[in-house]
């Protein structure tokens, strides 16, 4: 629900007052995932509507997460993952894009629901890869500790700033996907990864990756936004 997402910058019941939060996507696919989903939406037929592709969003993400968990048993689930990643994709970012296009936004109930079921999913997504055995349990937990730190401060960003930010840097949720996808067809290959002559399980050695990198913008944000804060509200 990427373009119905909104949030207030003043908490209030009523719908009418309620203002969106600015919008800022400066990941590297923007533009041009910008122009695909514009098309899409234009496109779209009329018995599809924003909440069957946010149900289909959530659905495949909880697929791939199941999938994920089966590769533990055959890799070649790993190719249905990428599926299910493409179709998450599909309907995590057309509905807002849709809902927009229609002029059928609920921003406030978009906005909700968008991120419980982002973090669901994520919960669901995380699960999965570590029953897969592709990698160990404290790197999933990790991961998904530093996701939901990295969400809440964007949602708390949002609330007191007025500006939702999409992305982090150049990286958002659909370079995310690409980059899991490109790492699914290296595990079809070997699960393995050997660095400096030592020998690692290849999504280990990514998700620790990804873990720290998440931990260390949640920070780095974190700290630019309160000082922000401090100088916006500043003591009389």
Known sequence: MEAEMGTPMVATNQSE???????????LTARL???????MAVRAPNWVSSDQLTALGFGAQIGAGIFYALTRFDRRALLLVILFLGLNWLGDS???TLARVRRQERPRYGFYVD???DI????ALMCGLGCSGLLHWPVAMAMLIAFLILSGESYLATYTLGRFELSQGLFG????RILLAIGNLAVLRSPY???FGHKFLLFDLGGAIAAAGMGAMALAVAARHTAQLYRDEPLR
Do not use: Y
């Not at 669901?120 to 919960?123: D, K």
């Open 115 to 117: 991120h419980m079921v």
């Open 94 to 96: 057309l509905d807002g």
């Open 17 to 27: 007052n309620f203002q969106n939060a600015r919008r800022v996507n400066q990941a």
């Open 173 to 176: 949720p659909t370079e995310i």
């Open 120 to 123: 669901l999913g994520a919960v």
């Open 33 to 39: 995932e910008k122009r695909a989903l514009q098309w």
């Open 193 to 195: 990864s050997t660095v």
